[in-house]
């Protein structure tokens, strides 16, 4: 824009010029001082307007340039307010048989439910940040809820998190309200990129549906979701502490209601060409529960040329001396690949014993096949899941249940 004004300016003098010599009006133009000074502040001063625009127009968001819009305030002096909305919509089909009677449900997929949230941060400058997050979660027909007697589910709303914090760099963070406890997500560490296909908790895929006992030709008590638990932290009021990470490692403890009391250890780090990700936990279960305390922990794997392994277990100490204590363990075998430019391609095989979470002396296996494919410029994955789910117990014949879960997950 400059430029055009140079352009215009000697295209004007020159013009001038040219036509007070051609006419023979005048040979020489004498111009006042003064009238010539106020015309170069003037011209200055719109310069300065023009750039002063142009670097606004730079620092303003185009609308599909990044998946979170900030909206950015001053509230103090030096201090920044950054607000974002955040969520996604996670919708699939469902076909389950169960030995006995087959369905086909429309499900909102357990393994990374609908939800949204804002986040918000303070940060004065320095060391120092404080922040909020609200979330929100609301399912239709939860893939974990329906059964072959009951398809349709409208869940109201459900608050995920609801909390505050404050982190400095080297003395680490501080969270109030309901939030994430220490040891949520501990049991479900993995970089297979098929999680939302399958992955260690076997209750997201089918988990309101029950098992049919073909000794007595009837449906059982046992539903899936009570058979194949991974013991998972969970998310409540508390208060929680995470340190700064340290080579790698961190530590969080947390404190909540009802007497909940959790602590995990985490590892995060590249080293060389694998990336390794893990971490174990101990957690009380609460003066409301029949169990005393439970350990769990996961570790995964995955190496450059896309090979990805995953193993998680767990076992929970019951407070009735005749109960048997759960326990499982959990491995994934997994291949990332680029064929298509939208995004990865993720293949896995998964497997897993679940001993006496329903009753005592029962023995719950699973089977699994999983695939996600990435749509990066969507902001997507679709995905297909299969799941084989079997539990032997004492004087039953449980039939299998199979299970086959595709669908789309759009992220904002």
């Known amino acids: 824009m400059k430029k055009k004004m140079v352009y215009s300016a000697l295209a004007l003098g020159v013009g001038m010029s040219f036509c007070l010599t051609s006419t023979g009006m005048a040979k020489t133009v004498a111009v006042d001082e003064d009238i010539l000074k106020a015309m170069q502040t003037q011209l200055a001063q719109q310069a300065r307007a023009i750039a002063d625009l142009q670097a ?48 086909t449900f429309f499900v909102d997929n357990d393994a990374s439910s609908t939800r949204f ?17 609200m979330e929100m979660e609301y399912q239709t027909n939860p893939s974990n809820k329906v059964s072959m007697e009951n398809e349709s589910l409208n869940e109201d709303f459900h608050v995920r998190k609801f909390s505050v914090f404050i ?20 049991a479900e560490i993995d970089l297979s990129g098929t999680s939302l296909a399958g992955y ?68 995060n780090k590249k080293i060389a060409m694998v990336h390794v990700v893990g971490g174990i936990g101990y957690a009380t279960e609460g003066r409301t529960s029949s169990s005393d305390g439970r350990w769990s922990g996961s570790v995964t794997a995955l190496l450059d040329n896309g090979l990805n392994f995953t193993f998680a277990g767990g076992v929970r100490t019951e407070n009735d001396d005749n109960r048997d204590d759960p326990s499982y363990y959990y491995g994934k075998i997994g291949y990332q690949l680029h064929p298509f430019t939208v995004g990865k391609s993720a293949f896995s095989l998964d497997y897993g014993s679940y001993q006496d979470f329903a009753d005592s002396n029962d023995d719950g296996t699973l089977f699994g096949v999983q695939f996600v494919q990435y749509i990066d410029p969507l902001s997507t994955q679709f995905y297909l899941g299969y799941r084989q789910m079997q539990l032997d117990r004492d004087l039953a014949d449980m039939k299998d249940i199979y299970a086959v879960v595709s669908g789309l997950r759009v992220k904002f």
Do not use: C
């Not at 490692?249 to 250890?265: P, W």
């Open 117 to 133: 949230g804002i986040k918000a941060t303070v940060k004065p400058g320095g060391a120092w940040t404080a922040g909020s997050l």
């Open 56 to 103: 606004k127009l730079k620092n303003v968001p185009q609308v599909g340039e990044t998946e979170h819009v900030a909206v950015v305030s001053h509230p103090a002096k030096g201090a920044k307010v950054q607000v974002s909305l955040y969520g996604q919509v996670d919708k699939g089909v469902m076909y389950a048989d169960d030995g006995n009677s087959d369905k």
């Open 200 to 267: 260690v908790d076997g209750t997201v895929i089918g988990g309101g549906l029950s098992f049919y006992d073909a000794r007595v030709s009837d449906y059982s008590n046992t539903t899936v979701g009570s058979v194949f638990i991974d013991l998972d932290g969970g998310r409540y009021d508390l208060i929680r502490y995470d340190t700064p990470k340290f080579y790698g490692f961190s530590v969080a403890g947390s404190i909540g209601e009802e007497d909940k009391n959790e602590i995990a250890l985490r590892y």
């Open 167 to 186: 982190a400095e760099s080297t003395l680490g963070r501080l969270t109030v309200g309901q939030h994430s406890a220490a040891t949520d997500g501990i």
